[in-house]
Nanobody, 118 residues
């Protein structure tokens, strides 16, 4: 079982930036697909950004131009750079890992809270 630790959340003001970190265990990290989800109070969990083992990225339209995802395979870490934060970005952000290439998310972090005040 891959262990995932997501971190970096906090309380910020609108317009500020945050960097979320996702650390995942295992020697095969470079083969993992990494995803960031978020869940706002009362809403469904939504996909924010993804990065494949090959470095291909996806960013949701709602955060395009403000968020970017990257990975450092030597450090077993993926980062979510969040700029120009808005109050509607508030929520719990979760890192999820597809470690075996099946398309299923087999490991999740516990989540990190991001709160953006207006």
């Amino acid at each position: 079982q891959v262990q995932v630790v997501d971190s970096g959340g906090g309380l910020v003001q609108a317009g500020d930036s945050l960097i979320l970190s996702c650390a995942a265990s295992g020697r095969a990290f470079r083969s993992y697909d990494i995803h960031w989800y978020r869940q706002a109070p009362g809403l469904r969990r939504e996909l924010v950004a993804s990065i494949t083992s090959g470095g291909g990225t996806y960013v949701a339209d709602s955060v395009k131009g403000r968020f970017a995802i990257s990975r450092d395979n030597d450090k077993n870490t993926a980062l979510l750079q969040m700029n120009a934060l808005k109050p509607e970005d508030t929520g719990v952000y979760y890192c999820a890992v597809d470690s075996d290439g099946t398309g299923s998310l087999d490991s999740w972090g516990r989540g990190t809270q991001v709160t953006v005040s207006s």
